[in-house]
Structure formats: structure tokens, C-alpha cells
């Protein structure tokens, strides 16, 4: 372990986040928002990881309504950076690309599969557990899976059931994935005890994952390679439009994870570590209440961003109306967010069916609210 | 009764109407707001009284904060039949003024006060019932009340206990005035069928009030005589400064209805007219939410101005929202306002206690937003 290793940052970043309209809108999507703090979140998953990579070997693999506002926050990053996909085809095909990008001048590169929208409480401990991550990586076939430890029988994420080190100062080998369980199931996962929630952070190397999709996406991975080979030329534009569209539309955990885990979970090289930094990916407006009661504990539980407040028998809210004094009153565990030109009203049980306010506006064709 | 009777409205306009917030403000009150329908409802007082009254007979008595406005929406008034009292005196005062006014030069008119924020279903049937009233009203001592038939056991309303006529195209005498009831006597009053609540709405000659101002308020009717006989002249403004404030702060029901209703009910000459046009005083937001369902009968209960709106599982909310497209999901009963500087979130429920919003506004001298 004491050759060097390069370590590329890959953040995903073409996410759409329909879930916090009315404030996510199609060119202004969750990950260019300023939901926790000053810094959007995109900034934020840069920052973090600007102490383990320098900038230039960040990638950024967005949608081209997201480009130029990716760019704009990004000063650090170079504009060839920021890979624009001409149609989203999930995860495999993009990291896919990345990770072929990385093998022509580095095979032995660590490739971190980041998304752009999370949370993370502490930073200090996520950079730890990065470090070690990136050792086991650096390391053969290996891939490594950061997974969170769950605190409720949540049904909208994947789970990562770990097996036992051969030693106890092993990670902790992958015996299976299992996408989106019904609740009765993830209260089993939750009781079991060797159970994570899939964070969506991945480590390998270059190799390593370009041979994993070579085997597992035959079709796809040598599209990858033509696309990543006119990278740099006049030609790449035309190639990237032509050929990506025909890549498999996948995720990567369907792609390779999976099918790898298939092959037992002493043979498949894949290893969870679990990733106690406060990790939180903020899914919907409920989740960001959480968050910041989380982070500043008002003795009411109202989260309220205006111009000033007056709250009576007024408890669990959510409001966001910048500039606004807000005046909250005998309500409970609503979320009122308001923009320039929409007003969302909904409660803490329902804004996960923010989406479909976004299809309706979609199907109506109403282009400027969406 | 073939004499000609002069009818000259006297509309109160010095409310402050803070249960509108934040809609409503101390410089557009409620009756300066088009709640219902294009016309505000000062406009609407006045428009639906033209029919029995040129306007030059219309009297204004509001404050100083709204006079300027008030003139803008009545240009059809001239600027002096709009009066500013220098301080609000409560309903005796102001009307009593207007009588000492009228005095003067038609001793035999018969003077209506009538509440300026207020909504009438039924215009036609309305002036039918005005007429019957003036013309009791022309006779003698007589003064008629409007009283509406309750609804339901409403403790914020002043209620009117009528007796029998002598004959029975009589109209109904007054055997007793009392104000807010507890729920359970507001309840009795309910079943007991021969209830009014009373409207506000007051008619008698200028002589009859002029009469019954001295004798029971012996202090303010001579000051009020002085002010109206300064009217037109250069010391009005100073005079109505300096003896105004002086005037006693009561009701015209406290201070006339309610005594002279102790003579008992064939000698109080004060009858009831019963007022079935489709009252109602818009008391708060949720009155106006019930007034709008009632008027349009929305399938989901929902009343929603915007620009655009979508529901899904919402029922029964009471949003306004100028210029923005509102979404409302799984959410019930609530009522959201939004202004340029302000949003207000309650309940139905709760919508009567948005006055106390004002309150902590005064008291934190947060001028601009009351």
C-alpha cells in the first residue's frame, strides 16, 4: 500500500430533484441549491473532497440544463471538467464513462462515485473513512460500497447485507444487494443488524471498473471507449451524441453490483464500509425540516426562513418564503415553501408526493413552473 | 306615510379589520379590499344603496389613515361627505354627528348606518327591506333595527330578542339587546326562534336620534351639536380636533339601543326587521372561504386564487396567492395568504386569532407590515 494512488472525484451530477419543487426547477436542480448552509450542495460535495484530490482531477457528469449554472459555481474546475451527457442513461453508463476516461492516463487510478446532493454532518470522519475506502480499492479487483447504518425501516433506499471479515481487521465483505424492500422487510434488515442503506458512493479503479462493465455490459462498456477516445478531439461532441444515447439506460448497482455479488461474498471482492459521518441525502422537504431540527433543535420544531416570524400554537412547520415575515398560527407539520412564481403547501407526511406536482406541470406542459 | 322621506346612508368606515391580515393593513383596511368580487366592499355598501339615495346624500365617517383612500374609490362623493374622525369614539359618536349634521337643514330625514365591510347576497331583496324600514323609521320615535336570522350559536354576534306586533302586519318590537352570549345562551337563542343578531344596521330620523342622544348620552350629544355647527366653516377642523376626543367612546347600542330597549317593548319603539338577504360580516378568513364555497361550490372545497393551481388529496383550504401558481398536497383545512412583504398560514379553525398576529406586530412596533 505505499505506492501512491491517485484518487478522481466523479459527482453525479444530472439529477433532476423533482422533489423540491417549487424551489428545484429543471435548469435549477436540487444539487445548485443552497438547502444547508451558504454553499450549494454541489459546493459542498466539492469542498469536501478538495482536501483528498486536487481540483483538476474532479469530474463532473451533469445534463446540458445544468452545465453552465454547474460551471458558474465551480470556478476551480475547468469547463472540460464538467461532462454534459446529451440523454441521462443512469448511473453505469456515466461513471462507465469516467472510469474510461481515467484508464487511458491512469489504469490505476481510484475512482469515488459521488453523488451531488447529499449531506454529510462530519466531514473530518467521511475524509477517514475515504482514505481507508481508497486503500481497499487501490487494491486488485476490489470495490468498495460506503453504506449507512439505518435508523428507521426506510423502503425508498437499496440495502447492502454485509457479511463477516475472514479478519476482524477486514472490511466487511458484501454478501447481496437487495433494492427498495417492502417495510416489513427493511424492519427485518433494520432488527438484523448487518444490514446498510447503499449510500450511492462507490470506490475501484480504473481498471477495475472498466473491466466490470466490460464483463457485465458488454454491449455498452465499448461505446464508453469510443466515446472516452475522442475526448479532446473536435470530433468528441458528434461521438458523445451519436453513441451515448445507444449505451444501456442502468444503474451501476444493477449493472455490475449485483451480478457481481452473485459470485458469493468471499469471490466478489466487493467490501461495505460502513460510513458513520451523518450522512443524510435529504430526499424531500420533510427530510430537510429534519435536518436542520436536527442541527439547531428549536424548541417548537418550526423551521421558518423569512423576513421574521410570529409562531402561536404553531409546532412542527416548515416554511421557506425569502424575504417574507411569516406568521404561523395554531398550524401543525405543514410545509409551505414559496418562490417567485409558485407556492407549494403541503404537510410533513405528504412532500414526498412533491413529484408528482412536477409530472402534472410536465404533462401540462407548463415549462416555466418546472 | 305619503310624505316625502329624504333617505340619507351613513356608512361607518373607521374599522381597522386586522382579522385580514395580512391582506388588510391600518392604510387599506378591510372594507378598502375587494374580498368579494371586483368592487371593495365599501364600494359595494355604497353601490347597493344608490338605488334609495342620490350620492350626494351619503355620508362617510371614517379615520384619518383611510380618508385619502376612501375618496379614491368613491369618486361619485364629494370630498366633505367623507369625515375623518381625529380619533376613533366608537359607533354613538359618529353616527350621532351625522345626525347633528343632518339636523340642521332635513330634521325629518331618516338616517341609515350601515357597516361598511359587509356582504348582502340578495341586493333586491335588500332595498325592499330598506324601504319597509324607512318608512317605520319616518314615523315618530320609531327606530328599526336590522336582525338576521342565526345560523348557529355564533358567541361573537350582539343578539336581538323581538316580542310580538299588536297586529300582525305589524313589524316586531324589541324587548331586549344583548350583546355576545356564552355558547350555551347563544344555543337557547338559536332554538328559541324569536333571535335576531343584530346587523349593525340602524334606521331613524335625524330627529328621533338627535332626541335619544341627549337624553342618554347628555355630555357628547351638545359637543357633537357644536362640531356639526362648525361644518363648512374655516374652525370645523380645530373644533372637531379640540371637542371630538371629549366625546364619550361608546356603541350606539350601549349607549341608546340597549337603554331606551328598558322602556320595555311596546314603549322602547324600537323594531326588528328581519333581514333575509343573504347577510354576512366576513368576520375573518375562514367566513370569507365559506362565503366563496357557498357562492361557487367547489367539488373538493378548496378556494384558491393564483395564477394556476393543482391539488391532490387536498380538501377544504383557503389559499390566495396573487400572480403564483399554487400547489396544494395531502393537506386540509388550511388557510395561506400571501402578500408582497408577508405570508399568513393558519386554520379554519384558527383563523379568528389572526388579530393577535397584529397585536405582536404593534407591540414590536413592526410598523411597516401593520
Chains 1, 2 share one sequence.
Request: glycine share 8%.
Amino acid at each position: 500500500m505505499a505506492k501512491k494512488i491517485n484518487f478522481y472525484p466523479v459527482i453525479l451530477a444530472g439529477g433532476r430533484g423533482t422533489r423540491f419543487w417549487p424551489m428545484s426547477r429543471k435548469r435549477r436542480a436540487k444539487q445548485l441549491l443552497a438547502l444547508d448552509g451558504k454553499q450549494t450542495m454541489i459546493q459542498q460535495a466539492v469542498s469536501r473532497l478538495l482536501a483528498l484530490a486536487p481540483a483538476a482531477r474532479f469530474w463532473i457528469i451533469t445534463n446540458e440544463d445544468l452545465q453552465g449554472e454547474i460551471a458558474r459555481q465551480l470556478p476551480k474546475l475547468s469547463k472540460r471538467q464538467i461532462v454534459a451527457e446529451p440523454v441521462g442513461r443512469n448511473t453505469a453508463p456515466a461513471i462507465g464513462l469516467a472510469a474510461f476516461l481515467l484508464l487511458r492516463d491512469d489504469p490505476d487510478a481510484v475512482i469515488g462515485m459521488f453523488p451531488s446532493d447529499h449531506v454529510i454532518g462530519d466531514e473530518a470522519r467521511y475524509r477517514q473513512v475515504l482514505k481507508q475506502g481508497i486503500s481497499i480499492a487501490a487494491e486488485g479487483e476490489n470495490i468498495v460500497v460506503l453504506g449507512i447504518q439505518p435508523t428507521r425501516p426506510e423502503t425508498g433506499y437499496g440495502y447492502i447485507e454485509a457479511g463477516y471479515p475472514a479478519r476482524e481487521s477486514d472490511p466487511l465483505p458484501v454478501r447481496r444487494f437487495t433494492e427498495k424492500p417492502d417495510v416489513q422487510l427493511a424492519a427485518e434488515f433494520l432488527n438484523a443488524g448487518n444490514y446498510y442503506w447503499n449510500s450511492g458512493m462507490f470506490l475501484w479503479s480504473a481498471r477495475t471498473l472498466t473491466n466490470a462493465l466490460r464483463e457485465h455490459l458488454p454491449k455498452t462498456a465499448p461505446l464508453l471507449e469510443r466515446i472516452a477516445a475522442a475526448f479532446g478531439t473536435a470530433k468528441f461532441d458528434a461521438t458523445f451524441r451519436r453513441l451515448y444515447p445507444k449505451c444501456e439506460n442502468i444503474s451501476i448497482d444493477y449493472a455490475v453490483l449485483e451480478p457481481r455479488s452473485a459470485k458469493g461474498e468471499h469471490n466478489s471482492r466487493i467490501f461495505c464500509l460502513p460510513a458513520n459521518f451523518g450522512w443524510n441525502d435529504l430526499g424531500s422537504w420533510t427530510a430537510l425540516h429534519e435536518h436542520h431540527v436536527a442541527k439547531s433543535n428549536p424548541a417548537d420544531g418550526n423551521v421558518i426562513s423569512g423576513a421574521g416570524s410570529f409562531t402561536l400554537n404553531a409546532e412542527g412547520n416548515y416554511v421557506h418564503a425569502p424575504g417574507k415575515f411569516v406568521a404561523t398560527v395554531g398550524v401543525s407539520d405543514v410545509v409551505v415553501v414559496e418562490t417567485e412564481d409558485a407556492l407549494l403547501i403541503t404537510t410533513r407526511r405528504h412532500s414526498q408526493d412533491v413529484g408528482k406536482i412536477v409530472k402534472h406541470l410536465d404533462e401540462k406542459k407548463l415549462n416555466k413552473l418546472v
